[in-house]
Nanobody
Framework: QVQVMESGGGLVQAGESLTLSCTVSGLAFDLSAMAWFRQAPGKEREGVSCINRNGENTYYEYSLEGRFTISRDNAKNTLYLRIDSLKPEDTATYYC???????????????????WGQGTQVTVSS
């Protein structure tokens, strides 16, 4: 049984940094590209970033590039997302998801993901 579990969210002040984690079990983590998505209140879920199986290639939603850093540790079956200079508009539930592919081609298509976590809430106060 595949389990995907996000952690690291919380209430933070604008301007601070936060690192989210996503631990995966039950599948070959090192063969899966991984991605982060987020959903703000009243909005559709949107892509944040994708990383290929070995971490050599990373992709970001264009408006978020620069403050977000995706990484992974295949030895720990864990995906990370560091967010710097947090803004109130970053308030959302952050989800990680696994891909059947090793790469991030067309990564914004959400139906390409096999397994999703329950999400971790990030709230940024001004």
């Amino acid at each position: 049984q595949v389990q995907v579990m996000e952690s690291g969210g919380g209430l933070v002040q604008a301007g601070e940094s936060l690192t989210l984690s996503c631990t995966v079990s039950g599948l070959a983590f090192d063969l899966s590209a991984m991605a982060w998505f987020r959903q703000a209140p009243g909005k559709e879920r949107e892509g944040v970033s994708c990383i290929n199986r070995n971490g050599e290639n990373t992709y970001y939603e264009y408006s978020l590039e620069g403050r977000f850093t995706i990484s992974r540790d295949n030895a720990k079956n864990t995906l990370y997302l560091r967010i710097d200079s947090l803004k109130p508009e970053d308030t959302a539930t952050y989800y990680c998801a696994t891909r059947a592919q090793t790469h991030c081609e067309r990564w914004l298509l959400q139906n390409a993901y096999q397994h999703w976590g329950q999400g971790t809430q990030v709230t940024v106060s001004s």
